[in-house]
Nanobody
Framework: VQLVESGGGLVQAGGSLRLSCAAS????????MGWYRQAPGKERAFVAYITSDDRTRYGDSVKGRFTISRDNAKNTVYLQMNSLIPEDTGVYYC??????????????WGQGTLVTVSS
């Protein structure tokens, strides 16, 4: 499975960005698709995931601001980010899991896309 992120960039605080993650290969094995982020000098942190039956889960810091969705026909997952704050700055990674639960057991990872939120 290969995951390729796109859509990162520089945005002012209060603005919006939409990230995309295109999956290829043996995508039928993936049950959950998610997003993680790593801020400078910090560990990678969970952002959101969506299951193949459209159940979602979000990290506390992004609830109400970010929305994860998927287009199964395109094998693509999106992360709509609104009301961005400087603390949202980081490298955003797309991830895929064959399991149905857990936040530390994703199996596949993309290379990441940088999001920078200026104050």
């Amino acid at each position: 499975v290969q995951l390729v992120e796109s859509g990162g960039g520089l945005v002012q605080a209060g603005g919006s960005l939409r990230l995309s993650c295109a999956a290829s290969g043996r995508t039928s094995s993936i049950y959950r698709m998610g997003w993680y982020r790593q801020a400078p000098g910090k560990e990678r942190a969970f952002v959101a995931y969506i299951t193949s039956d459209d159940r979602t889960r979000y990290g506390d810091s992004v609830k109400g601001r970010f929305t994860i969705s998927r287009d199964n026909a395109k094998n693509t997952v999106y992360l709509q980010m609104n009301s961005l704050i400087p603390e949202d700055t980081g490298v955003y990674y797309c991830a895929g899991a064959i399991t149905s639960w857990g936040l530390t057991n994703f199996d596949y990872w993309g290379q990441g896309t940088l999001v920078t939120v200026s104050s």
